[in-house]
Every structure is written in C-alpha cells, then in structure tokens.
C-alpha cells in the first residue's frame, strides 16, 4: 500500500500487486520498446519512446485498489481502471509510476 501523506499530506492510498507477473513484465516491457518510424519520401529513420505508455501500463498492471471517491461522502472508492488511471493528476501518476516501479526494482524498467 503506498499512503499518499507523502504527497499530498492526505489519507488516501493505493494498493498495488506484491508482484507483478512475468506476463505483466513483458506487458510494460512492449510499452517502453523504442518504435522507428520512416516519412515517406525519406530515407530516415526516426526512434521514438513513449514514456507515458509504459508508465500507463505498469500503474494499469499494478494498482488493485485505491481509496479515490467521485464525490466526498461517496460509500465506496471509485473501480479501478486504465481510463480513470489516465484521468489521475499529472503529478500524481507520475509520482505513483516512480514509487510502483521502485516497488518492483529492476525487472520493471525498460531493457531489464
């Protein structure tokens, strides 16, 4: 469970796998593989990482639970899901996706 205080002083929380699967793994290994791609016309090649992608993946692959309401009040946490990962504050996914992958240690980065 990684407690948000450190964030942003607050009580909520996200709960993440204690491991993540080897399947899991290759999943947010594909994210982050470097893709070339060509213009037409033009003998380039141009090599691009989607950092965001992989950091997507690894939150979508780890979080299980988290204590995120709709609305103050509301009886139970929003679901879990990669559409409401990629609503989540900017900041805050970043700095959940450098906690999650520390979590994990190498196996989780890119070329590992």
């Known amino acids: ?7 942003d002083g607050s ?11 080897w399947g899991d793994m290759l999943a947010v290994r ?25 950091s997507l ?5 780890a ?12 009886p139970a946490p929003l679901p879990v899901s990669r559409d409401l990962i990629t609503k989540l504050d900017a900041r805050l996914a970043d700095w959940l ?3 999650v992958d520390s979590l994990y240690g190498e196996g989780s980065r890119a070329g590992a």
């Open 1 to 7: 469970r990684i407690d948000l205080r450190e964030f």
């Open 11 to 21: 009580d909520d929380w996200v709960e993440v796998r204690a491991a993540l699967s």
């Open 30 to 54: 594909k994210a982050s593989m470097p893709r070339a791609t060509a213009s037409p016309g033009t003998p380039e090649m141009e090599v691009q990482i989607d950092v965001g992608a992989r």
């Open 57 to 61: 993946e690894l939150l979508a692959r």
């Open 63 to 74: 979080i299980v639970r988290w204590s995120f309401r709709a609305a103050e009040g509301d």
């Open 97 to 99: 996706a450098e906690r």
